[in-house]
């Protein structure tokens, strides 16, 4: 009862639904218009979020998700294109000369297994890519994200005569892997496709309340690279560790050396993360291994502490190495993974001027400057392009307004996102989103 409370209509504070009328009269008429347009559409768009929501696939198997995302451009009246990167939907509708805004939608769920008691709750399992079981589910919000695409192209359609210009619609792939944004462009997102003068996402919080929008000027989430390191020696008898150069002993070493990237080799005002998140080797008690191996994940906002981070691994290693006695041809290995994503980074003044949007909509205390996380996102290929497309992705609330209040009080943790007890209050975070994209994309194609 309790999780179907936190998603539930009954909970809705009657002001959410109002979407914030206090900004100048002369948009209250654009607003009102909006508001209505979402109210008719509402009770559709929650049965599709709620269809998603019980169908969630994993990245590079979102192939039932495209087809609903797709359906849904194509009924607002919009030219679509499927398979673009994988199963990467693109939707273009023209409206005479004007700027282009893409607005991206991700679209993959994560191997979760469910755990909030709605009714429509997912019971999903299935095979992943290296064959094993899993469980399925949206616990990052990508349900919310892709009902709120439909919704606003269905609003944006029908209020032609208020913006000029042309609208990308996508629904990617892969996001929670890092590699759909990617795919979507070498595929020809750019090219094929009217290119953007803006690119717009948001994203759901398990930390704002419903009815609220989160924004973040300059870099907004980190950058994210997966590091292998194979440390290498001379394996042996146990008895005879004389005779060996222990891996294991290095290896120990390397971990705690890294540990000095951030706290001696980075300046403390410059974030960065170096955790290492899995550290295997040896097969018994009395064996010295030939090898260890350790994975890391990296974190940061800037492209040189990133770059710093790397060369210090590359060069810690090696030394630790050399130090030990290790042979030249069995010095460490180290791999950066193909699949790794650099900081998105929000173009200042666009993010100024939509958080000047989204107060006059919502009213100033309902748009918040956020600060940047450590999580990572691949929307920031879509900014990194040669073009320099100024780019910004905006937070979502999605907790039941009197259940974040109750957290505030108590300081009760709320389930974060990838938690398996996650869940938008539903209603007035798929209204709420929406209007907030709707307002996004008349700011930026209005009418001249």
Sequence with gaps: MRMIICCGVATIVPALLSLGMCAAPASGELRSLVRARIEAECASLEEMYKDLHAHPELSFHEERSACKVAAGL?????DVTEKVGGHGVVGVLRNGAGRTVLVRADMDALPVKEQTGLPYASQVRVKDDRGDEVSVMHACGH???MTCLVGTARVLAGLRDRWRGTLVFIGQPSEE???????????????????????LAMHV??????????????PALASSDSVDIIVRGVGGHG?????????????????????TIVSRETKPTEPSVVTVG????????????????LQLTLR?????VRERQIAAIRRITRGLAQAAGVPEDRMPIVEVGEANVKATYNDPALTRRLAATFGGWFGKDKAVARPAVMASEDFSFYGRKEDGIPCCIFWLGAVDPVRWQESERTGAPLPSLHNSQFCPALRPTLQTGMAAMTAAVLE???QP
């Design 239 to 259: 008895a005879s560790p004389h005779a060996t150069k222990d891996p294991i002993v290095l290896a120990a070493q390397v971990v705690m050396a890294l540990q």
């Design 205 to 218: 919080s398990p930390e704002m309340p419903a009815g609220s929008v989160g924004y973040t000027e300059g």
């Design 143 to 145: 349900d919310a994200h």
């Design 278 to 293: 899995s550290i295997h080797g040896g097969t018994k008690h009395n064996i010295i291994p030939d090898e260890v191996r």
């Design 74 to 78: 194509r009924a607002a009246g919009f």
């Design 177 to 199: 892997r890092i590699s759909g944004a990617r795919a979507m462009l070498e595929d020809g997102l750019f090219t094929r496709f009217p290119k953007p003068d803006y690119c």
């Design 300 to 304: 940061s906002y800037s492209d040189a």
């Design 444 to 446: 930026l194609a209005a």
